[in-house]
């Protein structure tokens, strides 16, 4: 499509909702996202789609996977971003309605979000500094870092060097899933593989892919605290269970029923790396200062105090 620059003026440094949009669409990653058509359970790769939870018209997250074949697949990827007086802290969850395989040696289950945390140094210009970032593949984190940035690693070590793309005259980073299972790591430790859609954030434009092969297709962004986000609805009993999507085994979920789980895919506050020590579940999302500094040493001046973070009931997220 021909590119459309949304307007991203709005000042920042009150956490307002219009300042954190604008800030998570300067730094919102372009997305490859690869997919595969066979075995996809009849979809055509449709299956590997980013969209919203919500994308069949409900809050009923038991029904994603059977309704995944006859509704659009709007893209959209929900931000939030936690504050201090020296960084912000922003999170983008990528969510599928399957997590699927075409092979017995795999499991399937209902909905899948996978994401990254980006981690922005305040410097005093109007968007900061990306400094570093930890994504989500499964049951494992893995830290990137762009060139330059004074961090290094610490108790985790870094597993490789963010890459950055130009869209709408800014440098923004460069992420990738794999189809099926979805695990997102920075560009190019995923690629697309073949067939493969290319994302890139819009605050206002959500757009399905028009093929496997498109390389032009917007996301809309969505606030993750706002009136259409997941913490606000995260005691719904027909979406969360402990901070894990509901997921069962209906409408053809599992090549055989033993192959889907249920209740598998989790919310940013239920993410866990199943071997980094003392960071708790959900803390990538709910404490991402204790994160950042137990994967990273920082520079000395680093704020651990909240001055936002609705994750710890810190600031108002319905604030103008």
Same mark, same amino acid.
């Given at each position: 499509?021909?590119?459309?620059?949304?307007?991203?003026?709005?000042?920042?440094?009150?956490?307002?909702?219009?300042?954190?949009?604008?800030?998570?669409?300067?730094?919102?990653?372009? /997305?490859?996202?690869?997919?595969?058509?066979?075995?996809? *359970? +009849? $979809?055509?790769?449709?299956?590997? %789609?980013?969209?919203?939870? #919500?994308?069949?018209?409900?809050?009923?997250?038991?029904?994603?996977?059977?309704?995944?074949?006859?509704?659009?697949?709007?893209?959209?990827?929900?931000?939030?971003?936690?504050?201090?007086?020296?960084?912000?802290?922003?999170?983008?969850?990528?969510?599928?309605?399957?997590?699927?395989?075409?092979?017995?040696?795999?499991?399937?289950?209902?909905?899948?979000?996978?994401?990254?945390?980006?981690?922005?140094?305040?410097?005093?210009?109007?968007?900061?500094?990306?400094?570093?970032?930890?994504?989500?593949?499964?049951?494992?984190?893995?830290?990137?870092?762009?060139?330059?940035?004074?961090?290094?690693?610490?108790?985790?070590?870094?597993?490789?060097?963010?890459?950055?793309?130009?869209?709408?005259?800014?440098? /923004?980073?460069?992420?990738?899933?794999?189809?099926?299972? *979805? +695990? $997102?790591?920075?560009?190019?430790? %995923?690629?697309?593989?073949? #067939?493969?859609?290319?994302?890139?954030?819009?605050?206002?434009?959500?757009?399905?892919?028009?093929?496997?092969?498109?390389?032009?297709?917007?996301?809309?962004?969505?606030?993750?605290?706002?009136?259409?986000?997941?913490?606000?609805?995260?005691?719904?009993?027909?979406?969360?269970?402990?901070?894990?999507?509901?997921?069962?085994?209906?409408?053809?979920?599992?090549?055989?029923?033993?192959?889907?789980?249920?209740?598998?895919?989790?919310?940013?506050?239920?993410?866990?790396?199943?071997?980094?020590?003392?960071?708790?579940?959900?803390?990538?999302?709910?404490?991402?200062?204790?994160?950042?500094?137990?994967?990273?040493?920082?520079?000395?001046?680093?704020?651990?105090?909240?001055?936002?973070?609705?994750?710890?009931?810190?600031?108002?997220?319905?604030?103008?």
């Amino acid at each position: 499509m021909d590119e459309e620059v949304d307007e991203v003026s709005e000042p920042l440094g009150a956490s307002s909702a219009a300042g954190r949009a604008a800030l998570a669409k300067r730094w919102a990653p372009i /997305h490859y996202q690869d997919v595969d058509r066979t075995g996809s *359970h +009849g $979809l055509e790769g449709r299956g590997d %789609y980013l969209t919203r939870v #919500d994308f069949d018209g409900d809050w009923i997250s038991t029904n994603n996977w059977d309704n995944t074949p006859s509704h659009p697949l709007l893209a959209h990827v929900y931000h939030t971003v936690v504050e201090t007086s020296t960084h912000w802290y922003i999170i983008y969850t990528f969510f599928h309605p399957r997590d699927w395989t075409d092979t017995i040696f795999d499991t399937e289950h209902e909905n899948d979000a996978e994401g990254v945390l980006l981690v922005v140094g305040r410097d005093g210009s109007e968007y900061g500094q990306l400094l570093g970032s930890v994504t989500v593949a499964h049951k494992d984190f893995y830290s990137f870092l762009p060139s330059g940035s004074p961090f290094t690693g610490n108790h985790e070590s870094v597993d490789g060097t963010l890459s950055f793309a130009s869209f709408e005259g800014v440098n /923004h980073p460069i992420t990738a899933q794999e189809a099926k299972g *979805h +695990g $997102l790591k920075a560009w190019p430790s %995923y690629d697309i593989d073949g #067939d493969g859609v290319k994302y890139f954030p819009s605050l206002t434009t959500a757009e399905e892919p028009a093929s496997i092969y498109d390389n032009d297709v917007r996301y809309k962004l969505i606030d993750g605290f706002g009136p259409e986000g997941l913490w606000p609805r995260r005691q719904l009993a027909t979406l969360f269970t402990s901070g894990s999507f509901l997921g069962d085994k209906s409408g053809g979920c599992g090549i055989t029923s033993s192959l889907c789980s249920t209740n598998s895919a989790n919310a940013p506050w239920g993410w866990d790396d199943q071997n980094d020590g003392s960071i708790l579940r959900g803390e990538i999302a709910t404490d991402p200062v204790k994160l950042t500094t137990y994967y990273f040493k920082t520079p000395a001046g680093l704020s651990s105090t909240y001055t936002f973070n609705p994750f710890q009931n810190v600031g108002d997220p319905n604030a103008p």
